[in-house]
């Protein structure tokens, strides 16, 4: 992969993350860029805020790709595992979007799962010419 297409794939995967959107009772809807914000500036219970799972992993996950932009070797293994573990919670919001029949949730879940699956199909073709 060059250095370009590495950019750009992670780029678009924070991006399409970020994007998703949350929906609840009451007309409540937050994408998940504030909601990443509430988690960390009212940091009364940031500790217990950072430690649950649906949180940890695609932080670790947001983290993970950020960091495969300065590791030359195997960056593609680690690029794949911050996909997967961002992909826990979009692919959760995903379901539960398809379960209501929500649009816009369904909507803001597509580009990151298109992204995904690319990342993935790009790396068996790469895997099957060498």
Same mark, same amino acid.
């Given at each position: ?15 399409? *993350?970020? #994007?998703?959107?949350? @929906? ?5 809807? /937050?994408? &998940?860029? @504030?909601?990443?914000?509430?988690? *960390?500036?009212?940091?009364? $219970?940031?500790? @217990?805020?950072? &430690? $649950? ?6 932080? !670790?996950?947001? *983290? +993970? &790709? =950020?960091?495969?932009? %300065? +590791? !030359? !070797?195997?960056?593609? /293994?680690? #690029? ?17 979007? +398809? ?5 816009? #949730?369904?909507?803001?879940? +597509?580009? %990151? =799962?298109? *992204?995904?699956?690319? $990342? ?5 073709? &790469?895997?099957?010419?060498?």
């Amino acid at each position: 992969m060059n250095l370009r297409n590495k950019y750009v794939k992670i780029f678009l995967f924070i991006v399409s *993350f970020f #994007i998703c959107r949350l @929906e609840w009772a009451g007309n409540n809807a /937050k994408f &998940l860029f @504030e909601v990443v914000f509430d988690i *960390f500036y009212p940091s009364d $219970h940031l500790r @217990e805020n950072l &430690l $649950h799972p649906m949180v940890l992993f695609p932080l !670790s996950g947001i *983290f +993970i &790709l =950020v960091a495969g932009l %300065f +590791i !030359s !070797s195997n960056s593609n /293994k680690w #690029i794949s595992i911050g996909i997967i573990l961002c992909s826990i919670l979009v692919l959760l919001i995903l379901f539960i979007g +398809i379960s209501t029949l929500n649009l816009r #949730i369904i909507l803001s879940c +597509i580009p %990151f =799962v298109c *992204f995904s699956v690319w $990342h993935f199909m790009d790396n068996y073709k &790469l895997k099957k010419q060498i």
